[in-house]
């Protein structure tokens, strides 16, 4: 039997996500037209835009649905000059001089924050930031469903986020920016979400994003993630004490309640994550957008971790639908795999 310890790479689909997505596929029309059809489909849309918006505390702002995070970055960094940190997730600094400073724990200096963007949390690492007033965008796709926060609370212009991350389909996402911002349509045609993405809109994918993120609010409201955290703090408890010279990645700060970014130096990443997955639980050496490539994470490095060091982190990151025997199965099997690394290398 497999346990699935990868939930910052994508989660598995809800059951009320297959729920509103079987619905929609009765839905025939489009939401464009302006016939019966047209007009139902266009209020099934209306609707899931608004439930994604009070689940991230955006009532007021514009939701703008995209293809994912990426293309949602895109929309308003592509060619803006603007200011991030290596740390941030690959679809963000692609855009940006990378020039903010880091330090040990994770944690980014802004100085100008409107000319910045800055992560809510770290797909790496789980470091939760503080962002600063006035920034001008974060990505907060691994925070959303995680943590409580409201975009209207937190001083940004634009937000980016994905329904992979918490339940939902994968290949549908949305920008989040005040209202009357200023965002170019890099996608032009049939002037679709307000004249900022043109094309006929992700139906079911819009409905199934829309009861993920609606899930995930509940989720928040009754407190299963403060679980999910004390099941990862017994986790690397036991970790650590198993291997006294690993370490926690930020464990100083705040991070994600799910989320443990485990260095052992001289251990490959790559090496445990076989290892594991042949013994039947799925992790990661980093960030499922870069794990493939065999180099050492950019993050840890920008955190001082040497390339040793860096190069042998592994990410564990658990859900509330795992419980206790599950994840101390995993801890057993990495207990065991550690012990014989340690007995072959002295």
């Known amino acids: 039997m497999r346990t699935y310890l990868d939930w910052n790479a994508t989660t598995p689909l809800r059951d009320e996500v297959k729920a509103a997505m079987r619905d929609g596929m009765e839905i025939v029309g489009n939401p464009s037209s302006v016939h019966s059809e047209g007009r139902a489909a266009k209020m099934a849309m209306e609707r899931a835009r608004e439930q994604v918006a009070a689940a991230l505390g955006a009532e ?40 903010l400073a880091v330090d040990s724990n994770g944690i980014v200096s802004v100085p100008d924050p409107a000319r910045a963007s800055l992560q809510l949390a770290n797909n790496e690492t789980g470091v939760i930031q503080d962002l600063p007033q006035g920034l001008g965008s974060s990505d907060l796709t691994q925070a959303f469903g995680k943590v409580p926060f409201a975009f209207n609370w937190l001083g940004i212009t634009a937000g980016f986020v994905s ?20 965002v170019e349509a890099m996608i032009r045609g049939g002037g679709q979400e307000q004249g900022r993405r043109g ?41 650590l004490a198993a291997a006294p010279g690993a370490i926690v990645a930020g464990k100083a700060v705040k991070r994600l309640p799910n989320t443990t970014c485990l ?84």
Not at 163 to 182: C, E, F, N, Q
Not at 280 to 305: D, N, Y
Not at 308 to 333: C, E, H, M
Request: proline share 1%.
């Open 199 to 239: 094309g006929t809109e992700n139906l079911l994918g819009i409905l199934g994003f829309a009861a993920a993120a609606s899930a995930a609010q509940r989720e928040l409201e009754a407190g299963l993630w403060d679980e999910v955290a004390a099941r990862r703090e017994a986790l690397e408890d036991r970790l």
């Open 263 to 346: 260095l052992t130096s001289g251990w490959k990443g790559e090496t445990q994550v076989m290892q594991m997955d042949l013994a039947g639980f799925a992790i990661s050496a980093g960030s499922a957008c870069s794990s493939g490539k065999v180099r050492a994470s950019g993050v840890l490095q920008a955190m001082g971790f040497d390339d040793k060091a860096a190069q042998s982190a592994i990410r564990i990151s658990i859900s509330p639908a795992l419980g206790d025997d599950q994840v101390n199965r995993f801890a057993d099997a990495w207990e065991s795999a550690y012990s014989r690394w340690r007995d072959r290398n002295g």
């Open 60 to 99: 007021g702002a514009d939701v703008i649905f995209t293809s994912g995070t990426t293309e949602a970055a895109a929309m308003v960094l592509a060619g803006r000059g603007v200011h991030c940190a290596v740390v941030e997730h690959s679809a963000v600094k692609v855009w940006c001089e990378q020039d």
């Open 163 to 182: 329904a992979h991350k918490l339940g939902g389909p994968k290949g549908i996402g949305a920008l989040i920016v005040k209202r009357g911002t200023d």
